[in-house]
């Protein structure tokens, strides 16, 4: 019989500042597509240091206007990794396109620039990159195979708000990059996102998508005293309210602060883990950083417990746990149910049963770190 939760896998640190950000956004006037999301847009484009951004309601539904502001279409193909979120692939199909599965590295979990390469077609027209738990992909193989193959690179940045390769930050790396601000994530506005690019036609044709193709808001409207506008495409209701965009802006106050925190509490775990057998820390590769989104361990043959084991262990003590992901090809979701097909993402195939994401939130404490790493060693 499980215990009621002890420890959470995540507690979002939500402030009296962050409070209060949202109890003045609530006293002005207009409520959406107002002053405070251009002040929110324009701090994360400075962060990430692209020319534009565009507040959007999710990583989804900005993933979905990259797509379409790039002409992703009926047939064609885009190439994404099987061990990710379902809406990765999700927004492929939305197009009328055709999600293509790639297997991940074995270390990272991030999509295998090999892979990549097996997969391209004369249909390919672009490759989302998934960073994997706060870690960058391997960014320069794969912009080199886009700049033979002619394809474009949307960054999904769900995880990776401060991650960093080659001294750039994810999100400025291929053609657009797309955050997310779900409560897990590392900072929160309840639900919204972002898009950050130096493409000037994904920033215009996203913008004009996220509001239902109008070209005028009602706020620009008011200001020209003119009644009239035109939708010129069709659109989506994608927007990024004041309200979450006042809390978003309190809490990027604090995201040095934020990541610094994860990390701390990933260093205790890396101390701890390393004198446990049958367990593998997250691996981190020399030319990029981690910050930590996901702590996510593997736990090999010479482990006592398997991992559904440990996993159950956890429940039973009260502490939180997550498995990311189960992968795509696995899912009954997939339409391809041949063997030959299954059998071909050798390491997402291996890692589903292997990998456990521990808890890790900037609000942990020590104790709380202590208790899941006597669960892990007990």
């Given at each position: ?35 405070i999301l251009k002040k929110f847009e324009e701090k994360i484009r400075r962060f990430v240091g692209t ?74 027209k672009a490759v989302i990159v998934v960073h994997y738990g706060g870690q960058s992909c391997d960014m ?214 292997q990998i456990m994401c521990l808890p890790i939130y900037p609000t942990m404490t020590s104790k709380e ?10």
């Amino acid at each position: 019989m499980t215990k009621p939760v002890k420890i959470p896998f995540f507690v979002p640190w939500i402030n009296q500042e962050d409070k209060k950000s949202v109890q003045r956004a609530l006293g002005q006037r207009w409520l959406t597509n107002g002053p405070i999301l251009k002040k929110f847009e324009e701090k994360i484009r400075r962060f990430v240091g692209t020319k534009y951004s565009i507040g959007v309601s999710s990583a989804t539904s900005g993933l979905h206007l990259c797509l379409r502001s790039l002409g992703i279409g009926s047939d064609d193909e885009v190439i994404v990794p099987t061990f990710t979120f379902v809406a990765t692939a999700d927004v492929v199909k939305y197009c009328n396109a055709i999600p293509i599965l790639a297997d991940v590295d074995q270390d990272t979990f991030n999509i295998m620039p090999q892979d990549i390469k097996r997969k391209i077609t004369k249909k390919t027209k672009a490759v989302i990159v998934v960073h994997y738990g706060g870690q960058s992909c391997d960014m320069n193989e794969i912009i080199q195979l886009s700049k033979k193959h002619n394809f474009r690179i949307i960054e999904d940045c769900a995880h990776a708000l401060g991650s960093t390769y080659r001294k750039s930050f994810c999100g400025s790396i291929g053609d657009a990059g797309c955050f997310s601000f779900y409560p897990t994530k590392i900072i929160t506005t309840g639900e919204g996102g972002m898009i950050t690019t130096d493409n000037q036609k994904i920033y215009t044709k996203s913008k004009l998508l996220r509001s239902h193709g109008m070209n005028k808001t009602p706020r620009e409207r008011e200001a020209s005293n003119l009644w009239k506008y035109d939708v010129m495409d069709m659109g989506y209701n994608y927007r990024l309210d004041e309200i979450r965009s006042a809390l978003g802006i309190s809490q990027f106050a604090r995201i040095k602060q934020i990541n610094q925190k994860r990390i701390r509490i990933a260093k205790n775990y890396d101390h701890e883990i390393e004198k446990i057998n049958g367990i593998s820390k997250p691996h981190t590769k020399k030319d990029r950083n981690h910050i930590y989104h996901l702590y996510t361990i593997k736990i090999e043959d010479d482990y006592h417990l398997t991992r559904d084991e440990l996993f159950l262990k956890f429940a039973k003590k009260g502490i939180g746990a997550s498995v990311q992901y189960i992968p795509l090809n696995m899912m009954s979701y997939s339409n391809n149910k041949s063997k030959k097909w299954q059998k071909s993402f050798v390491h997402a195939n291996i890692l589903k049963d292997q990998i456990m994401c521990l808890p890790i939130y900037p609000t942990m404490t020590s104790k709380e770190i202590t208790a899941v790493i006597s669960c892990l060693r007990s």
